[in-house]
């Protein structure tokens, strides 16, 4: 049997509202994925911190706040300088379609999923996306 996918759910920024991020921790682990969720209030550091120490292969960001722009490419500078390469950024919350595609293509986030998005669709996804060993 296959190991589960690792993934930590945060919640960076000052942003209060864990509703989605909690409905989608749950729709990961009913999948059959380790979800750690961070809580409330997680600067980058700590997220990447977290993410090395837990050794989870994806990082899930639920950003409702706005501040994708800044936090976002901050993440991805502390990723590469743990050289934590490998693990995949998925992005979710109110975010533009403009500064969707700008996460993707100049940041390298995986993918970026807006209100309404379904959860079939990011399970099926992170599974695809995930390289597991043999």
Sequence with gaps: MPTPIRVLVAKPGLDGHDRGAKVIARALRDAGMEV???????????????????????????????????????????LRE??????????????????????????????VYQPGASLEEIVAFLRSAVHQPA
Excluded: C, F, W
């Design 82 to 111: 743990k050289h934590m390469n490998d693990v995949l950024v998925v992005v979710g919350g109110i975010i533009p379609d403009e500064d969707a595609e700008q996460l993707k293509t100049k940041h390298g986030v995986a993918a």
């Design 36 to 78: 750690i969720y961070s809580g409330l209030r997680q600067t980058p550091e700590m997220i990447v911190s977290a993410a090395l120490q837990e050794d989870v292969q994806v990082i899930g960001l639920s950003i409702l706040s706005g501040a994708h722009n800044a936090i976002v490419p901050r993440v991805m500078e502390l």
